[in-house]
């Protein structure tokens, strides 16, 4: 019986530490893997048992190994041979040519002309529209979507795919499944019962090599004929619909309608991710000529298969690049050091950092962690302001009045690292106008948060703020 104790003993010391030096070696984030560390060698079994099924990325792994049998060849080629014959004919302001250079060097997409990009806002404005475009498609329709509700807007939705198939189009859907958890029954049902050709992105499974319930697919998008795509945070459902819920369950947020040669490279996106998930190959559309506006555009594919963190560097990019003033607006806000110092430093060389958060985050303990971070960037010269409710959803910024981000991804480790995201760049004043417009128009209504604000906070909310900012990197 000794022995046996002294095997498990041994076996557990064993395991705890090769986990923990796995942990040391390819944990890029140190907080990360001070976390995984401590976890490992304090929590014997527990620690590394959590280690191998959630902090290992077998996605970058997997990902690497299609790309090196070829399985993705044509569309990266596509995307290198794009950026190669597209660049020389692009001009962006003298001050973002640098932003313009690292993000073709980390993307390794194209940057577009001959674009037009337009608002959406809320469900009342975006799903007719989106609707209309899936009723007028006459060759395919791909839709992408974290969250995909059973709801009234969900079986519009269902029936608009369901009628679309029945014309002969080709129509393909794709939901998370984790966010497919979210309502009941889950749309997948719906959309069997329908006939509409549906994936789920990364689904359950007991399979080690298959197990990724940290990793999502947070990308949205909706593609008809390489006519008019769409984009932005709003996922599919009656919680978007501002004027009809009641003021607890809604949820403000824009989205985008997007045409022109942009429309190729979305689309190359969405194949991307369908084979990946479903394993059936289908051959981008050719490519149109036709430019529709003067918006210069970028798309931004990240998520944890890639080498490395594409947005993080695009934001880093393009804080260097403000010379007078950058305004966000994010939903979601813990972001590490190295875009804490960007900000911090931007505001310190005089440029006006505006960033405008909800009042009540729908993630109370994401709202305290974020809180936590707020001193110290207000005593740098950032500026912050709580929209009051609905829950704003909305993710957008803009530097300059000349550059803009728009698409799905947070200000939080989880877009930086974990989610699959999709963003995309703009260049041009008039668009950049809109975005500024509009983030005018929320600000009127939003609070400034002071350093005054935070010293009445009782002990206790700084020390639970605090608490949950210690877990940010994996928020």
């Known amino acids: 019986m000794r022995d046996l104790h002294f095997i498990l003993v041994l076996a557990s010391f064993a395991f705890s530490l090769v986990t923990a030096g796995h942990a040391v070696l390819y944990k890029r984030d140190a907080r990360a893997a001070l976390g995984w560390l401590a976890l490992c060698l304090l929590v014997p079994w527990v620690g590394g048992a959590l280690y191998w099924i959630f902090g290992i990325n077998r996605i970058r792994t997997h990902a690497q190994d299609l790309h090196r049998r070829g399985r ?26 640098p932003l313009h250079r690292l993000s073709t060097a980390v993307t390794q997409r194209p940057l577009l002309t001959g674009n037009q990009v337009r608002l959406l806002q809320d469900g009342e404005e975006a799903y007719p529209a989106m609707l209309e475009a899936i009723g007028a498609a006459r060759e395919w329709v791909y839709l992408s979507t974290y969250i995909f509700d059973s709801d009234e807007t969900g079986r519009q939705f269902v029936a608009a795919l369901s009628q679309a198939v029945a014309r002969g189009v080709r129509v393909r859907v794709l939901v998370d499944a984790f966010g497919a958890q979210y309502s009941f029954p889950q749309v997948s049902r719906l959309l069997k019962k329908a006939k509409v050709p549906f994936s789920k992105f990364l689904p359950f499974s007991l399979s080690l090599d298959r197990f990724h319930p940290n990793l999502r697919n947070h990308r949205k998008m909706l593609l008809a004929d390489n006519r008019i795509a769409f984009t932005g945070g709003m996922n599919i459902g009656d919680r978007h619909l501002v004027q009809k819920l009641p003021r607890k369950r809604r949820i403000s947020d824009l989205h985008f309608a997007l045409t022109g040669p942009i429309t190729q490279e979305l689309q190359n996106v969405f194949l991307e991710d369908w084979f990946f998930s479903s394993g059936e190959s289908i051959a981008p559309a050719t490519p149109d000529d036709h430019s529709t506006g003067e918006v210069l555009a970028r798309v931004v594919s990240s998520g944890p298969n890639e080498d490395f963190e594409k947005l993080s560097w695009i934001l880093l990019g393009a804080l260097s690049a403000a010379r007078e003033k950058v305004k966000i607006i994010t939903p979601y806000f813990v972001p590490d050091r190295v875009i804490m110092a960007a900000l911090n430093a931007a505001a310190l060389r005089g440029i006006d950092v505006e960033i405008i958060l909800p009042q009540k985050n729908n993630l109370p303990f994401v709202g305290w962690a974020s809180r936590a971070l707020l001193w110290e960037m207000l005593q740098k010269g950032v500026k912050f302001y709580y929209q009051p409710p609905p829950f704003a959803h909305t993710k957008l910024m803009v530097v300059d009045g000349y550059y803009g981000l728009i698409g799905s991804s947070n200000w939080d480790a989880r877009s930086f690292r974990l989610n699959f995201e999709l963003d995309v760049e703009t260049y041009g004043a008039d668009f950049a106008g809109d975005l500024e417009n509009y983030f005018q128009t929320v600000q009127s209504r939003s609070r400034p948060v002071t350093l005054a604000d935070l010293r009445r906070d009782s002990f206790f909310s700084r020390f639970r703020n605090a608490f949950f900012n210690l877990f940010s990197p994996y928020l």
Not at 74 to 97: I, P
């Open 72 to 97: 993705w060849k044509y569309l990266k080629d596509k995307n290198l041979d794009a950026v190669k014959n597209t660049d020389l004919k692009v001009s962006v302001l003298e001050s973002f040519e």
